[in-house]
T-cell receptor
Framework: DSGVTQTPKHLITATGQRVTLRCSPR?????VYWYQQSLDQGLQFLIQ???????AKGNILERFSAQQFPDLHSELNLSSLELGDSALYFC?????????????????FGEGSRLTVL | GQQLNQSPQSMFIQEGEDVSMNCTSS?????WLWYKQDPGEGPVLLIA?????ELTSNGRLTAQFGITRKDSFLNISASIPSDVGIYFC???????????FGQGTRLTINP
């Protein structure tokens, strides 16, 4: 158990719909990262938050948005869903921002939310 | 941007065989991490490396931080069925805000 909690574990929805994925980081971790993993693909970095503020952005579509709340949990919102959005979405957390020398850079991943768009 | 080339993309081996995989980067990293992902699960950190030349073991797994700081290797000795999964390397350059992940090596063990 990594200590990172993601809900829901599975989600099936239709094209055009909107969903929200939720992540609770490990206790004490201030950074939250979102990754997308399509079938048999690698991990595509979407976005990072640190202590409520956006810190880094990857290949995140404009239809997707995220935020980190004062209690440090994060939500990833996916709207106007398309078939190609079907994937595993992972949340990961770490202690620091990721670029401080003192930060080990280690990420701890949740079990993922599997999104199926029909 | 930073890129990681992980190879091989897939491996099909017999139980008991040793496994080697590696990652190379286009830039210098100060952290190399190796993760394993079981089917339907999130990646789990196996080994973390922080110094060039560092060699670290975790049971049957051994990883090395290349002396050029642009590569890393993971070896698994005497593979067993539970080693099946996808292995990802990840690296971070000094001053970088995020990890860069390799594309993964899918390990399949034939009975």
């Amino acid at each position: 158990d990594s200590g990172v909690t993601q809900t829901p574990k599975h989600l099936i929805t239709a094209t055009g719909q909107r969903v929200t994925l939720r992540c609770s980081p490990r206790s004490g971790d201030l950074s939250v990262y979102w990754y997308q993993q399509s079938l048999d693909q690698g991990l595509q970095f979407l976005i990072q938050y640190y202590n409520g503020e956006e810190r880094a952005k990857g290949n995140i579509l404009e239809r997707f948005s995220a935020q980190q709340f004062p209690d440090l949990h994060s939500e990833l919102n996916l709207s106007s869903l398309e078939l190609g959005d079907s994937a595993l979405y992972f949340c990961a957390s770490s202690v620091g921002m990721g670029y401080l020398n003192a930060n080990t850079g280690e990420l701890f991943f949740g079990e993922g939310s599997r999104l199926t768009v029909l | 941007g930073q890129q990681l080339n992980q190879s091989p993309q897939s491996m099909f081996i017999q139980e008991g065989e040793d496994v080697s995989m590696n990652c190379t980067s286009s830039s210098i990293f100060n952290t190399w991490l190796w993760y394993k992902q079981d089917p339907g699960e999130g990646p789990v950190l196996l080994i973390a490396l922080y110094k060039a030349g560092e060699l670290t073991s975790n049971g049957r797994l051994t990883a090395q931080f290349g002396i050029t700081r642009k590569d890393s290797f993971l070896n698994i000795s005497a593979s067993i069925p539970s080693d099946v999964g996808i292995y990802f390397c990840a690296g971070k350059a000094q001053g970088a805000q995020k990890l860069v992940f390799g594309q993964g090596t899918r390990l399949t063990i034939n009975p």
